[in-house]
């Protein structure tokens, strides 16, 4: 039960305010803002997501640097205010395609419109967007996506989401597409967060996977929707500690230790044949979230050396070794180190090395970083010991570490009233892992710690298939992902969204369907290319234009 | 909405002044109002928008009430919203033009599109006007039975609205008795879930006053509700799967069949994405088995891998709420969590609540077996540049040693952050080695070496140097120049800022003199001196009391101040095992979250539906507590810092009293709260036993009147379980009765075929 809810910007002007009961006060923004502005209680700097001031409970989350704020008196529960706080984040930026102050600001009646749907009494009365619609009369404005700055990895960590601002699609649940025509669209990404820590002498000491499976749904009419994942796939590792790597004898198998679902997913069959099924809600949700500790191939490797060469240098060496396939690259790698208080060179606590030619690194190559210390004054004795701990972040595209696959996405036809004649196919044909290493280096001869976080986006297809029987033969494929995709044609944030449609290259996840299957629409010029499903034999002049 | 008083506030370039813009928004809205141009609901659309505009950055605009309401007379639905909307946040300061709104609010009410006879009801019943509640019963009245689920939830929860407008209203008109028929009966899973919320609100608010209602409350969780409830939990959304959930986690099963078939029930809940809903499952299941430890223990074994999903799982507000509620489980149950211990580990990015709540788990999974690893980890934070964090571990590092039986490896560390030079670092070093040799003195050797050597002038942090002193009074014999650094301080006394660093430093100075007299005899004279000069009170007195003691009998005053001391085995806890309780039993909510029972941090007026049996389960708990409650209270008062504040208790009175001088208003309050709610319930409980079946006749009554609805209570109420479970009831209790912990890897595979 809240009290009220309220949107505000970094400087703190209201952009939504929405009161529900009445009993808190109305200057609550303000002494909200400016509590967490000046957070300095017990020396922390961040304000909690919750917290108490004169019998009000304020609860905030941040997305893309706005506040959304919610205010009770009353005890409640604490992870159903926040989830829901990013869960009208999530409606609001289904409505508006893109979520920041200006969108937001350029739509704050529609927002209204939402919230009065949303809660009522400060009690939450639904959260779908699929229900919201019917009672959303505003046309969103939609604000360019493109001007949108794509943010740079390590500021994606600092928010601690998952999701990839830029190459989310940047389309309204109810906007229809310039061309007056909805587009049926499906996406499906796999995004993985890995950390892992390991010792200077590259042992792991700890690994982990922290992966989401996440949809965007355009598809009119709601139609059923079966997901494959690998048969091989196990669930609960037991009892044994997690971190006994004893049980990983490489056989293959993808082990989760522990996984959750959206709502919406029936898991009938899911031990039978790991296939999820759901009626995928219009807008973006996590299909299922899952947590793996199994072992597996980091896919960098960073070895650093702190030497100390006199009594105010020292000399950092950053190994850098891309252990994965020279078919794939790594972008936007920014490695950050932080230094002693006391260092004059290499602009004070922080220098980051990932310029020039170092923000690219292809698989399978080594870079060496190397950079020159001097400290005002004479450091005590193990400078090692102050430097650190060593920060990665990159984004890896078709690379996803935990092999966890979506074998094939089949929408199954919903009523025989349903008229699918359209057969539109979109994907995201790059993956846009997102990998962010931490490593710790405390001794040169002591413990070197990394803990290595990445996310992997895996585009799957999305196909609407004119299907009477119920068992497709759908091969199967090798992957999801496209290995020999061209690199330079992919920039990774924004560009995909305006993906041109003719370009898209054969797709080899499409199942060999039937030919006559496909009444095809003769005004969709979409449909040309994606038609019969080969195999690509060069993906390369498919998609280069 | 927009606080007016902010209206007030220094325009920023970007806004708008005020004044000027009012009223000319006020004079094109009345040429608006009579005009029926085409095109004219486009201009009226963008007037609207900036009136709103204006009303959410805190300008007052109710100046335009009348205008706004004589352009409401439109079929435009984005309008009508716009104008329900402003209607509804102005209309309380203006009663007498919210009359105005009626006629339009009522005859929208009955509009053929159930959309706008829904907005219409719920800006009608937002409109919080006394006199004019009369108007709300009827259209209230027709929504409770309207044809179109979405006019149904709105009724339900204008009833609540009305209610807290007019409470006698809202009962005249008898209006709770039909939301309980409503829940019960309702196709529509919604409904059910809003007359459950105001249900609940209505009939908690009425229990202090109406006997009745106190038994309808205690009605909401008998049996036959709660299965109706659990039978249909799949159908609700997953907000109102949390209400629900709340709700049978206060339900008290009659056997542990019944605990069994819930369980059953509701484990697939555990999977879910959403961790309120998850926390909800938890805390039903945790208080189904409170009684029966063994399976109470399983229980935490089978949270254990949901809960970590869902801390990596979410955004970081997410997950620190569901990392507070893995805390208090930890806090309860270290050992279960023991091997768990790598999921605790920070991460560079992570906020400092999140790691300020790992450090604390980390220090409470310590054992035997992972003692190294973690220590190991916890130094590599000592060196972080996040300062707080830093502080942290290495207390996390002291306390870890204090508890351990096995030390020597984390003494050694402990050594070695004094030897790193970082002035934060000596400093909770000193602390901790303070801490440490009072209660392991047989390291006092070692450490000492150490601590000599470290430079009084280096350390500055007051509780440091009030540590470093008392090491040097204490252990006077084995440092060979203690009184010549005891000297040289305290010929800075008039420069030393902290009275509790000029008190340990007397005190110091006293035990070296006892132990090497010449040296220290005139530093004594000297400290004395300047101690009776102080214009700090408890200073003063105490260089007094020692002045006179010594006039007195000086081998007296060496028994007073220089006892034999025993080693202090264990340090006091934070919070009382009352308090802990407390909030455990408040599971999943923000107790948790504030590590304090809610009467600490709510009013009671606002104390809420959710709490409103918590009482009856606790009876014993809360007796208890109303005579415990001022040690539990005094010692929670001061939270974190009191392993430092009881080691200095024998020194410093001064700053125990205020300790409890300051806990001293709490206590009386929450006594007095306490023993309210007692009599409350003593009068709730006496009435509620022999009532019980009269109220499930009463639920049948009303079930009966509704002929096609299911009866839930009609016939004898039972669970619709997991019809795939593999295993049949029985096994699966003996399963979650018999299995050992150790035995969990049969377990958990087990417990995954259940659920799929």
């Known amino acids: 039960m809240i009290s009220q809810f309220f949107v505000l910007s970094q400087r703190g002007d209201n952009i939504v305010f929405r009161d529900y009961r009445g009993e808190v006060q109305k200057g609550s923004a303000e002494i909200f803002f400016r509590k967490v502005k000046f957070w300095k209680d017990d020396g922390e700097e961040e304000a909690p997501p919750v917290f108490n001031v004169d019998g009000v409970n304020y609860f905030h989350v941040k997305v893309v640097g706005l506040l959304f704020v919610a205010t009770t008196r009353v005890n409640v529960s604490p992870s159903l205010v926040l989830e829901l706080l990013q869960r009208i984040a999530r ?254 060179r290499d602009h004070g606590s922080f220098f980051v090395v990932a310029d020039g030619e170092s923000t690219q690194i292809v698989g399978g190559s080594e870079h060496t970083l190397r950079a020159k210390l001097t400290f005002s004054q004479e450091s005590h004795g193990n400078i090692t010991k102050e430097v650190g701990p060593v920060n990665m972040t990159f984004t890896i595209p078709m690379y996803n570490a935990s092999k966890l696959q979506v074998k094939y996405l089949q929408i199954a036809k919903k009523s025989s009233t349903y008229n699918p004649y359209r057969w539109t196919s979109s994907f995201k044909p790059l993956n846009d892992p997102e990998m962010a290493s931490h490593l710790n280096s405390s001794n040169l001869f002591a413990l070197l710690l990394a803990a290595l976080l990445f996310i992997s986006r895996n585009g799957v297809a999305g196909s609407r298939q004119l299907l009477e029987k119920t068992e497709p033969e759908i091969p199967e494929f090798p992957k999801p992902n496209i290995p020999e995709f061209p690199k330079p044609e992919f920039p990774p944030l924004p560009t995909i969204p305006t993906f041109p449609k003719p370009e898209l290259p054969p797709f080899p996840f499409i199942p060999n369907l039937p030919k006559p299957e496909f009444p095809f629409v003769p005004h969709a010029p979409a449909l040309q290319k994606p038609g019969v499903p080969k195999r690509p034999e060069s993906p390369h002049s498919a998609s280069s234009p | 909405m927009a606080p007016p008083a902010q209206a007030h506030r220094s325009p920023s370039p970007s806004q708008p002044s005020g004044k000027g813009e009012v009223s000319d928004l006020k004079s094109q809205l009345r040429q608006l109002a009579g005009s029926r141009a085409p095109g004219i609901d486009d201009s009226k659309r963008e007037l609207f928008k900036k009136v709103i505009s204006y009303m959410t950055i805190g300008i007052d605009v109710s100046a335009v009430f009348g205008e706004m309401v004589m352009c409401s007379a439109t079929s435009d ?72 689920s979405y006019v149904r939830t709105v009724a339900v929860i204008g009833v609540l609205k009305l209610y807290h407008i007019s409470a006698p209203t809202c009962i005249d008109a008898d209006f709770p008795p039909t939301l309980k028929h409503l829940m019960l009966n309702d196709p529509d899973p919604q409904v059910v879930a809003n007359c459950l919320s105001a249900l609940q609100e209505i009939w908690s608010l009425e229990a202090s006053t109406s006997e009745e209602a106190s038994r309808e409350r205690e009605a909401l969780i008998s049996k036959p509700v709660i299965y109706y409830l659990l039978n249909r939990i799949k159908e609700f959304s997953e907000w109102a799967q949390c209400l629900v959930l709340e709700l049978v986690a206060k339900y008290v099963p009659l056997d542990s069949n019944e605990i069994f078939d819930i369980m059953n029930l509701l484990e697939d809940r555990l999977q879910h994405a959403n961790g309120a809903v998850v926390l909800s499952t938890i805390k039903v299941f945790l208080h189904l088995t409170l009684s029966m430890t063994d399976v109470h223990q399983q229980v935490y074994e089978r949270i254990k891998a949901p809960l970590l999903t869902l801390v ?44 300020k709540l790992k450090l604390e788990m980390l220090t409470a999974v310590a054992n035997e077996s992972n003692t190294y690893e973690i220590v190991t980890e916890l130094c590599e934070y000592a060196a972080n540049v996040d300062i707080p964090i830093a502080r942290e571990s290495i207390r996390a590092v002291g306390k870890i040693a204090l508890q351990q039986y096995d030390v020597n490896a984390i003494v050694d560390r402990l050594l070695q952050f004094l030897e790193m030079e970082k002035d934060y670092v000596t400093a909770e070093a000193l602390v ?5 040799l009072r209660k392991y003195p047989q390291w006092s050797h070692d450490c000492i070496a150490v601590v000599g050597s470290i430079s009084s002038q280096n ?88 002045h006179r003691l010594l006039q007195y009998n000086v081998s007296v005053a060496e028994r007073v101040v220089n006892p034999p001391k025993q080693a202090v085995s264990v340090f006091a806890d934070t919070q009382s095992s009352e308090i802990k309780d407390r909030i455990f039993d408040e599971f999943n909510s923000l107790s948790v979250v504030y590590q304090k029972p809610s009467y600490m941090f709510t009013d009671k007026d606002y104390r809420g539906p959710f709490e409103f049996s918590d009482e009856l389960g606790n009876l014993s708990i809360a007796a208890e507590s109303a005579d415990n409650v001022v040690p539990a209270q005094g010692v929670e008062a001061n939270d974190k810092d009191l392993l430092l504040s009881t080691s200095e208790k024998e020194e410093i009175r001064g700053a125990t009293f205020n300790v409890s001088g300051y806990s001293a208003p709490l206590y009386d309050s929450s006594a007095a709260s306490v023993q309210s709610e007692l009599a409350i319930i003593s009068s709730t409980s006496a009435g509620s036993a022999p009532s019980s079946s009269l109220a499930i006749d009463d639920l049948l009554g009303l079930g009966l009147s509704a002929a096609p609805a299911p009866e839930p209570a009609s016939v004898p109420p039972s669970l619709k379980l997991n019809s795939k479970a593999i295993l049949d009831p029985g096994t699966f209790q003996q399963k979650w009765r018999q299995l050992p912990i150790s035995l969990s890897q049969v377990y958990l595979p087990f417990l995954t075929l259940i659920l799929f």
């Not at chain 1, 409505?95 to 200006?102: A, F, P, R, T, W």
């Not at chain 1, 019917?134 to 700055?149: C, G, H, K, M, T």
């Not at chain 1, 996440?214 to 139609?223: A, D, E, I, R």
């Not at chain 2, 946040?89 to 009626?102: E, F, S, W």
């Open chain 1, 91 to 344: 409606v609001i930026k289904d409505y508006l395609g893109v979520l920041n102050e200006d969108s937001l600001r350029k739509n704050f009646v529609l927002v209204y419109e939402l919230l009065d749907e949303v809660i009522d009494f400060g009690y939450v009365q639904t959260t779908s967007t699929e229900v919201l619609k019917s009672y959303v009369f505003n046309e969103p404005i939609v604000v360019d996506a493109a001007r949108l700055q794509p943010l740079s990895p390590a500021a994606i960590f600092m928010q601690g989401t998952k999701r990839m601002p830029g190459t989310a699609v940047t389309k309204s649940v109810v906007a229809n597409e310039p061309g007056g025509r909805k587009r049926e669209e499906i996406f499906v990404d796999i995004i993985e967060k890995i950390s892992v820590t390991f010792s200077s002498s590259g042992y792991i000491l700890t690994s982990e996977i922290d992966g989401t499976i996440q949809m965007k749904s355009y598809l009119t009419g709601n139609p059923e929707i079966r997901l494959a994942l690998n048969d091989d796939l196990l669930i609960g590792k037991g009892g044994r500690s997690i971190y006994d790597y004893r049980s990983s004898t490489g056989s293959g198998a993808v082990v989760l230790d522990d996984c959750n679902f959206h709502e919406s997913v029936r898991l009938d069959s899911f031990d039978v044949d790991r296939t999820l099924s759901l009626v995928p809600p219009d807008g973006e949700f996590p299909v299922m979230n899952y947590r793996m500790t199994q072992e597996f191939k980091p896919p960098f490797r960073i070895n650093t050396l702190v030497e100390e060469a006199g009594a105010l240098k020292a000399e950092v060496i950053i190994k850098i070794s891309a252990e994965f396939s020279a078919s794939i690259t790594a972008n936007t790698i920014v490695v950050e180190m932080p230094l002693p208080k006391y260092t004059t």
């Open chain 2, 77 to 148: 639905i984005v309008l009508k919203k716009m104008c329900y909307l402003y209607v509804g946040n102005y209309a309380k300061v203006n009663p007498d033009l919210a009359l105005l709104t009626i006629n339009f609010l009522q005859r929208d009410c009955k509009d053929e599109d159930p959309m706008i006879r829904g907005l219409a009801l719920r800006s009608l019943c937002s409109l919080r006007v006394a006199n004019l509640v009369e108007y709300l019963v009827g259209p209230l009245g027709l929504g409770l039975k309207d044809n179109n």
């Open chain 2, 459 to 546: 350390v500055q942090e007051p509780k440091a140097k009030a540590a470093l002193i008392w090491m040097l009074g204490e252990y006077s014999q084995d440092m060979q120049d203690a009184p010549y650094i005891l000297e040289s301080l305290t010929e800075n006394w008039e420069e030393e800022p902290s009275a509790e660093v000029r008190l340990h430093l007397l005190t110091a100075v006293m035990k070296c003199f006892f132990k090497r007299p010449p040296e220290t005899q005139k530093v004594l004279g000297a400290a004395l001196a300047a101690g009776l000069a102080d214009f700090h009170q408890d200073v003063h007195d105490r260089a007094l009391f020692y």
């Open chain 2, 432 to 436: 901790l080695v303070k801490d440490l």
């Open chain 2, 312 to 355: 990596s799982s979410g955004s970081p507000e997410q997950s620190y709420a569901v990392l507070s509620h893995l805390h208090i489980l930890v806090m309860r149950a270290p050992f279960i969590f023991a091997s768990d211990y790598k999921h605790f580990y920070c991460q560079y990015n992570e906020p400092s609540y999140v790691k």
